[in-house]
C-alpha cells in the first residue's frame, strides 16, 4: 500500500546572512501568509532506497568499465559530466565489498533528480532548493554539500551555481546544518545531502562521506596541480590521499617524523613539509634544488631497497610512491615498518605496470594486502585517487606491539 504524503505550509521569514534571496515566483504550492511572508512546504516523509546511483570511474580505466560493472551487478544508464555514470545498481553492497570497488572513486544513491539544462530554467535556483527541501528536509542531514561535475572547467558557471544553490537551500533547512563550512569538519559516518550539478542537471542522495568515499560532492577536494612554485603532480596526489585519509583515522599531527621512499623529484616532499612534518627523503635521484636547506627535511642519496635508518629512529608515517614491480616496493615498505611506532602509518602507492586487465590489477593489489598483513600491516582503506594514474592508494597501520 503506497506512504499517502501531506503537505502543510510553514514560514520561512529573514534569509540567511551572506546569500541574496531568490523569490517565490512560479514555485509550485508557494504561496503568502496573512502578512505578506512567503510560505513554504514542509518536508516529505521518507522513501524506498534508490536503485539508482552515481558513480566516478576514472577515465584511466575507461577500458575496463563495462568489467567493472559487470563485477558490480550494475546496468549503466546514461554518462554524466567527467568520468560519472549513472547505474542501477542490484546490490549496493557491491560498491564496498566487491573486487571492483576500489575502481569507484565515489558513489551516491541517487535519492533526487532533475534532468533539465539548468541554465534554461528560469528560476531554477529557488525551484531546485525547494525541491530538495521537500525530499530531504525531514531526513536530517549533517550537512549540505553541493558542487559541480566538472570543478576544474575553465567555464565558472556550474561552479557558481552549486554555491548559490547551496547558498539557498541552507536557508531552508535548520540552522544547524549550515553550522559546517569546512566538508572535513563533518563527521565521516553521518549522513550529508550530496548533490553535484551540470548541464545534464541535478542529481542529490544522502549518504555518509565514509559510505561515498569523499568529504565532497564528486569525493575529492579540488587541489590545483600546476603553479609556479609546483614541483611535481605528486603533491596534489598526497594531499588528496590525506584528506582522503580522515574519513578512516586522523593524520599524523604537525611534527611527526614521515620516512619517505622514492621521493625524487620532491613533489610529496614539499606538501609534507608545508604541512609541518618532518621528513625523511630517500632516492638514488637528488631532490629539487627548491628544497635545498628546506626545515625539517633530511635527504638520503641512497637506493630504498639498502637504506638501513639507525637502530633508535622511529618513524610515525611510511609514504611509498616508488616505481618499480609492487611486491618489490611493499617489501622494502615491509622491512623499514619495524621502524614505525605503534598504529604508525604507511601510505603505499600500488603502481599497475603491465596489469592491463582487471584481473591482474586484482590480483597485484590482493598480493600486495597478502605480504603486507603477514608482515602485521593492516589494510584500513585502498581507493583510486582524482591524481592517481594507473595506480591505488593504499592505507595500512602497524600493529601494535604486544
Not at 91 to 100: C, G, L, Q, Y
Not at 278 to 283: F, G, L, P
Amino acid at each position: 500500500m503506497s506512504r499517502q504524503k501531506k503537505w502543510r505550509f510553514a514560514t520561512w521569514s529573514e534569509p540567511s546572512r551572506g546569500f541574496p534571496y531568490w523569490g517565490l515566483q512560479g514555485i509550485a504550492g508557494s504561496a503568502s501568509d496573512p502578512a505578506g511572508n512567503p510560505r513554504i512546504l514542509e518536508p516529505t516523509v521518507n522513501e524506498a532506497p534508490s536503485a539508482k546511483w552515481l558513480i566516478r570511474i576514472s577515465e584511466v580505466f575507461a577500458d575496463l568499465e563495462q568489467e567493472i560493472l559487470q563485477h558490480l551487478g550494475a546496468a549503466s544508464l546514461r554518462k554524466l559530466g567527467r568520468g560519472y555514470s549513472l547505474i542501477q545498481l542490484a546490490n549496493p553492497a557491491a560498491i564496498r565489498d566487491s573486487e571492483a570497488a576500489k575502481f569507484v572513486q565515489w558513489n551516491l544513491p541517487v535519492h533526487h533528480s532533475w534532468p533539465c539544462s539548468p541554465r534554461d530554467i528560469p528560476g531554477f535556483i529557488e525551484k531546485a532548493a525547494q525541491a530538495m527541501f521537500r525530499k530531504f528536509g525531514a531526513r536530517n542531514p549533517q550537512a549540505i554539500i553541493v558542487g559541480p561535475f566538472d570543478p576544474g572547467a575553465a567555464d565558472r558557471y556550474y561552479r557558481t551555481l552549486a554555491s548559490n544553490l547551496r547558498g539557498r537551500t541552507l536557508q531552508l533547512f535548520p540552522p544547524q546544518v549550515a553550522a559546517i563550512r569546512d566538508a572535513e569538519a563533518q563527521d565521516s559516518r553521518a549522513p550529508t545531502l550530496f548533490c553535484l550539478i551540470g548541464k545534464e542537471g541535478l542529481f542529490c542522495g544522502l549518504q555518509s562521506p565514509q559510505a561515498s568515499n569523499g568529504w565532497h560532492a564528486g569525493g575529492t577536494k579540488f587541489i590545483r596541480q600546476s603553479g609556479p612554485d609546483t614541483i611535481s603532480r605528486a603533491g596534489a596526489k598526497i594531499a588528496e590521499a590525506l584528506h582522503h585519509l580522515q574519513l578512516t583515522r586522523r593524520p599524523p599531527p604537525p611534527g611527526s617524523h614521515w620516512l619517505e621512499l622514492g621521493a625524487s623529484p620532491g613533489g610529496m616532499t614539499a606538501e609534507l613539509l608545508a604541512r609541518g612534518y618532518r621528513v625523511t627523503a630517500v632516492d638514488r635521484a637528488p631532490l629539487d634544488p627548491r628544497l635545498a636547506n628546506a626545515h625539517g627535511l633530511q635527504t638520503v642519496l641512497a637506493d630504498a631497497a639498502t637504506f638501513q635508518p639507525a637502530k633508535h629512529v622511529v618513524y610515525d608515517a611510511i609514504l611509498s610512491d616508488m616505481n618499480g614491480a609492487a611486491l618489490e616496493s611493499i617489501t622494502r615498505v615491509i622491512r623499514l615498518a619495524r621502524h614505525l611506532r605503534n598504529n604508525g602509518l604507511v601510505v603505499f602507492t600500488l603502481k599497475l605496470p603491465g596489469a592491463a586487465t582487471f584481473a591482474a590489477a586484482n590480483e597485484t593489489e590482493a598480493s600486495v594486502v597478502k605480504s603486507a598483513t603477514a608482515a602485521g600491516l593492516r589494510v584500513i582503506a585502498r581507493t583510486h585517487l582524482t591524481y592517481n594514474r594507473h595506480e591505488f592508494t593504499l592505507f595500512f597501520e602497524s600493529a601494535p606491539s604486544a
